[in-house]
């Protein structure tokens, strides 16, 4: 063994090593250079060049151990990435957060650590970002220099494993929904159009990804072709560029809007059936250019005609779902509108119980067609001075009350009605007509109905919740932003709409789901369970899952009372993949 070690010493082919062995000879064993350099093989000159080199060093106070031993670092060796490193600060001068600029890098394939990132930005002296509301985040987006990569579909199954980040990962919280609606079934029967790279169905399903995800606007998805979290709920790599939205969405005419709705209802009606009671109102949703071949119409919200699209909104009154969208209506074809909805609906075996709708919706000839065809309405009626004069000839006690309950939140509830039997022009028959006092307003109310059985409490609860509808639209402007068109309608308007009633009737459902949030609006369904960050793992061929990992929140837990969350739900346009939700922890 003491022989083997003498090797290491003798026999060095190390040329630093042996000239240390010589040095220290020379300077312990009092031999003379020649006999030294012989020994080991040295040229005499070189050695002594290197001895004056040595002596010079101890003279000017440097260490000469530097030129055979390197220092040895504490800790990992630090590999520098140029590349990387400026890429992260480029990102970082756009006001990215460490987890965006992790996601985006994940979007490219690489892979780099939180810790990492932070200490190239500390290493930068880049201070930490200051708090931020909402707002000034949705302004971020990511440097033009950055191109995304094209959208193409996804291999599944994988020949190995992959794993990214996702700042949109809650949207796969939707997967089970649309599995039950049967999605592929829905598109596939709407006829909506593919392309060779992207199938229909993943058409729809990047239009459905921004809806779910609270996108601003259509002009912003440049920056969500990054998100492979999104790409994936897809069945893509990335999202498709701006552009691709908007060509991909001319190709698309009403009749697939229509069939699409047609099976969307259906679908959803196996799950909650509908009551047959429908709220019908208008919006206005305004266009910004300056080249404008659209009509104006009056916006409520704005108070002022703007040049707009006219869009109608049928919403169930029990359920409150939207079940019918139409955004191409002329001025000289408005009244028509709720004739259309009516074929639209019984065509595919609707029953319809009563419309309720304002009081310049249609005209009093169309009320006659609905009352021949056997179907309830409940409006208001243009008043007059004449019909607000007789109504204060009316004695008080001929006044019946009636109180709204705490559902509808309104500053009077307790009502003053008064019924009467009238006739009206263009009208075959008479109206029941109920007129309202102590609602708030300087005159009365005068609301007409075809409806003689209902009572007189439950025709004006009736009307009441068709309030509900204008909160609904409220919440399509709010939360699927339907009034945010850019200035050369980069989309197709009632592609757009039949989009939004999709994301809205997937957001109920899914709040309908959880305890306590069965009537929450949108927006907060999205705040308090879809916008979250994820990490996302895509196993191999052999187990074909999808674990989306979310961080954890407040609100997360309560998805452990559905009865999907724990299961590993198999998805058949992903390749028959099951998907797996973790919560995880907020770091």
């Given amino acids: 063994m003491k022989n083997n070690l003498k090797i290491l010493f003798e026999k060095s082919s190390n040329r630093k090593q042996v000239l240390y062995e010589a040095l220290r000879i020379s300077a312990f064993e009092n031999i003379s250079d020649s006999v030294v350099c012989k020994n080991f093989n040295l040229n005499l000159n070189a050695f002594r060049s290197l001895k004056r080199d040595i002596y010079k060093m101890i003279r000017e106070g440097q260490d000469p151990s530097s030129l055979f031993f390197a220092e040895s670092k504490v800790g990992k060796r630090t590999i520098k990435q140029p590349e990387l490193e400026e890429t992260i600060i480029a990102l970082r001068e756009k006001n990215l957060a460490i987890t965006d600029i992790k996601a985006y890098l994940s979007s490219r394939g690489i892979q780099s650590s939180l810790w990492k990132i932070d200490k190239i930005l500390k290493t930068e002296k880049f201070p930490p970002l200051p708090r931020r509301s909402r707002k000034e985040k949705e302004k971020i987006s990511i440097p033009k220099e950055f191109s995304a990569s ?10 190995n494993k992959q794993e990214f980040e996702s700042l949109s990962g809650g949207v796969f919280l939707f997967y089970p929904l649309l599995k039950e609606l049967n999605i592929e079934k829905l598109v596939e029967g709407s006829g909506y159009p593919e392309t060779k790279q992207i199938s229909r169905l993943q058409s729809i399903l990047s239009f459905l990804a921004l809806k779910l995800s609270d996108t601003k606007r259509l002009s912003h998805s440049d920056d969500y072709c990054f998100d492979r979290g999104l790409g994936l709920f897809a069945g893509l790599n990335v999202l498709p560029k701006n552009a691709w939205f908007g060509s991909y969405s001319y190709r698309i ?13 259906r679908a959803v009606e196996e799950i909650i059936p509908a009551s047959g009671d429908f709220n019908l109102d208008f919006t206005t949703i305004p266009h910004w250019g300056d080249e404008s071949v659209l009509e104006r119409n009056w916006s409520n919200k704005r108070h002022v005609g703007l040049k707009s699209m006219l869009a109608l909104l049928v919403q169930d009154q029990g359920s409150r779902l939207l079940k019918y969208g139409d955004c191409e209506i002329k001025h000289a074809d408005q009244s028509d509108v709720i004739l259309e909805f009516v074929d639209f609906y019984r065509k595919n075996g609707g029953k319809i119980n009563c419309l309720i709708f304002d009081s310049k919706f249609t005209t009093y000839h169309n009320l006659s067609l609905l009352n021949k065809d056997r179907i309830k309405f409940l409006t208001l009626r243009r008043r ?33 009605v008064y019924e009467s039997k009238v006739k009206l022009t263009d009208y075959e028959g ?4 109920i007129v309202i006092t102590n609602n708030g307003r300087i005159e009365p109310t005068f609301l007409i109905t075809n409806d003689f059985e209902i009572s007189l409490k439950q025709a004006v609860l009736k009307y009441a919740r068709r309030w509900l509808i204008e909160k609904s639209i409220a919440e399509q402007i709010d939360c699927f932003h339907l009034n945010r068109l850019s200035s050369s309608i980069v989309v197709k308007v009632d592609f757009d709409l039949t989009m939004t009633i999709f994301a809205h009737t997937v957001y109920k459902l899914f709040s309908s789901q959880i305890p306590g949030f069965e009537n929450t609006n949108s927006d ?27 961080n954890k929140k407040v609100s997360l837990p309560l998805l452990y009372e559905t009865d999907w969350f724990e299961k590993n739900i198999e998805i058949p346009w992903l390749n028959d993949y099951k998907i797996k939700f973790e919560i995880g922890t907020t770091s």
Avoid: C, H
């Avoid at 005419?253 to 209802?265: A, H």
């Fill in 150 to 159: 094209e959208a193409e579909a996804i291999d599944l199954p994988l020949d």
């Fill in 253 to 265: 005419n009403r009749e697939m809007n229509l069939k699409f709705l047609s099976g969307l209802n």
């Fill in 384 to 416: 007059s001075k004449k019909m607000v004069e007789k109504m204060r000839n009316i004695e008080k006690d001929e006044w019946q009350r009636v109180k709204l309950n705490k559902n509808y939140k309104r500053k009077y509830r307790n009502l003053l």
């Fill in 430 to 433: 008479e109206v029941r007509q």
């Fill in 524 to 550: 907060k369904i999205s705040r308090n369970f879809i916008k979250n960050y994820a990490r996302i793992k895509i196993t191999d061929w052999k187990s074909k899952q999808i674990t989306i990992t979310l």
